[in-house]
Nanobody, 124 residues
Framework: QVQLVESGGRLVQAGDSLRLSCATSGGAFGNYIMGWFRQAPGKEREFVAAISRPGTGTAYPDSVKGRFTISRENAKNTVYLQMNSLKPEDTALYYC?????????????????WGQGTQVTVSS
Protein backbone atom coordinates (compact mmCIF):
# COMPACT_ATOMS: atom_id res chain seq x y z
CA GLN A 1 0.00 0.00 0.00
CA VAL A 2 1.53 3.28 -1.13
CA GLN A 3 1.27 6.22 1.25
CA LEU A 4 1.64 9.81 0.11
CA VAL A 5 2.26 12.83 2.33
CA GLU A 6 2.19 16.34 0.90
CA SER A 7 3.87 19.35 2.45
CA GLY A 8 4.82 22.92 1.64
CA GLY A 9 1.46 24.60 1.27
CA ARG A 10 0.94 27.97 2.95
CA LEU A 11 -0.39 31.48 2.50
CA VAL A 12 1.53 33.53 -0.07
CA GLN A 13 1.01 36.71 -2.05
CA ALA A 14 0.29 36.94 -5.76
CA GLY A 15 3.51 36.68 -7.73
CA ASP A 16 5.28 34.60 -5.11
CA SER A 17 6.78 31.17 -5.60
CA LEU A 18 6.18 28.00 -3.61
CA ARG A 19 7.43 24.44 -3.78
CA LEU A 20 5.26 21.53 -2.73
CA SER A 21 6.70 18.16 -1.83
CA CYS A 22 5.13 14.72 -1.76
CA ALA A 23 6.96 11.98 0.10
CA THR A 24 5.96 8.41 -0.62
CA SER A 25 6.43 5.14 1.22
CA GLY A 26 5.27 1.57 1.03
CA GLY A 27 5.87 1.02 -2.67
CA ALA A 28 8.45 1.00 -5.43
CA PHE A 29 8.43 4.70 -6.24
CA GLY A 30 10.02 4.25 -9.63
CA ASN A 31 7.11 2.07 -10.73
CA TYR A 32 4.56 4.87 -10.39
CA ILE A 33 3.59 7.80 -12.48
CA MET A 34 3.00 10.79 -10.22
CA GLY A 35 0.50 13.58 -10.49
CA TRP A 36 -0.57 16.76 -8.78
CA PHE A 37 -4.21 17.82 -8.66
CA ARG A 38 -5.99 20.65 -6.92
CA GLN A 39 -9.47 21.33 -5.68
CA ALA A 40 -10.95 24.69 -4.77
CA PRO A 41 -14.13 24.98 -2.66
CA GLY A 42 -17.20 24.19 -4.73
CA LYS A 43 -15.16 23.02 -7.70
CA GLU A 44 -14.14 19.67 -9.10
CA ARG A 45 -10.68 18.28 -8.59
CA GLU A 46 -8.52 19.35 -11.54
CA PHE A 47 -5.29 18.17 -13.10
CA VAL A 48 -2.22 20.31 -12.43
CA ALA A 49 0.80 18.27 -13.48
CA ALA A 50 2.05 14.74 -14.06
CA ILE A 51 5.40 13.07 -14.54
CA SER A 52 6.41 9.75 -16.03
CA ARG A 53 8.08 6.95 -14.13
CA PRO A 54 11.66 7.86 -15.04
CA GLY A 55 10.89 11.59 -14.92
CA THR A 56 11.61 12.20 -18.60
CA GLY A 57 8.06 13.12 -19.52
CA THR A 58 5.79 15.77 -18.01
CA ALA A 59 2.38 17.24 -18.72
CA TYR A 60 0.51 20.38 -17.67
CA PRO A 61 -2.79 22.07 -18.44
CA ASP A 62 -2.66 25.47 -20.11
CA SER A 63 -3.66 27.16 -16.86
CA VAL A 64 -0.29 26.41 -15.23
CA LYS A 65 2.00 25.72 -18.18
CA GLY A 66 5.09 27.89 -17.99
CA ARG A 67 4.52 28.66 -14.29
CA PHE A 68 4.52 25.23 -12.63
CA THR A 69 7.16 22.51 -12.88
CA ILE A 70 6.85 18.94 -11.67
CA SER A 71 9.95 16.91 -10.87
CA ARG A 72 10.85 13.75 -9.02
CA GLU A 73 13.79 12.31 -7.13
CA ASN A 74 13.42 8.56 -7.35
CA ALA A 75 16.27 8.06 -4.90
CA LYS A 76 14.31 10.04 -2.29
CA ASN A 77 10.86 8.68 -3.21
CA THR A 78 9.68 12.25 -3.55
CA VAL A 79 7.89 14.32 -6.16
CA TYR A 80 7.87 18.12 -6.21
CA LEU A 81 5.74 20.87 -7.66
CA GLN A 82 7.52 24.18 -8.15
CA MET A 83 4.96 26.95 -8.53
CA ASN A 84 6.01 30.37 -9.76
CA SER A 85 4.09 33.56 -10.47
CA LEU A 86 1.25 32.40 -8.28
CA LYS A 87 -2.20 33.88 -8.82
CA PRO A 88 -5.22 34.07 -6.52
CA GLU A 89 -6.97 31.55 -8.77
CA ASP A 90 -4.29 29.00 -7.84
CA THR A 91 -5.76 28.90 -4.34
CA ALA A 92 -6.81 25.32 -3.61
CA LEU A 93 -6.09 22.15 -1.72
CA TYR A 94 -3.28 20.45 -3.63
CA TYR A 95 -3.14 16.67 -3.79
CA CYS A 96 -0.38 14.30 -4.79
CA UNK A 97 -1.39 11.08 -6.55
CA UNK A 98 0.32 7.92 -7.78
CA UNK A 99 -0.57 5.15 -10.17
CA UNK A 100 1.14 2.12 -11.68
CA UNK A 101 0.18 3.12 -15.21
CA UNK A 102 2.90 2.98 -17.83
CA UNK A 103 1.83 6.33 -19.26
CA UNK A 104 1.01 9.77 -17.89
CA UNK A 105 -2.64 10.14 -16.89
CA UNK A 106 -4.71 13.28 -16.63
CA UNK A 107 -7.87 12.58 -14.67
CA UNK A 108 -8.38 11.83 -10.96
CA UNK A 109 -10.06 8.50 -11.67
CA UNK A 110 -6.86 7.27 -13.33
CA UNK A 111 -4.89 7.47 -10.08
CA UNK A 112 -5.08 4.78 -7.43
CA UNK A 113 -3.25 6.37 -4.50
CA TRP A 114 -3.78 9.78 -2.96
CA GLY A 115 -2.38 11.97 -0.23
CA GLN A 116 -4.42 14.09 2.17
CA GLY A 117 -3.58 17.38 0.50
CA THR A 118 -1.79 20.59 1.41
CA GLN A 119 -3.48 23.99 1.33
CA VAL A 120 -2.16 26.73 -0.91
CA THR A 121 -3.69 30.17 -0.51
CA VAL A 122 -2.67 33.05 -2.73
CA SER A 123 -3.72 36.52 -1.63
CA SER A 124 -4.10 39.39 -4.08
Amino acid sequence: QVQLVESGGRLVQAGDSLRLSCATSGGAFGNYIMGWFRQAPGKEREFVAAISRPGTGTAYPDSVKGRFTISRENAKNTVYLQMNSLKPEDTALYYCAADESLYIRYTPNDYQYWGQGTQVTVSS
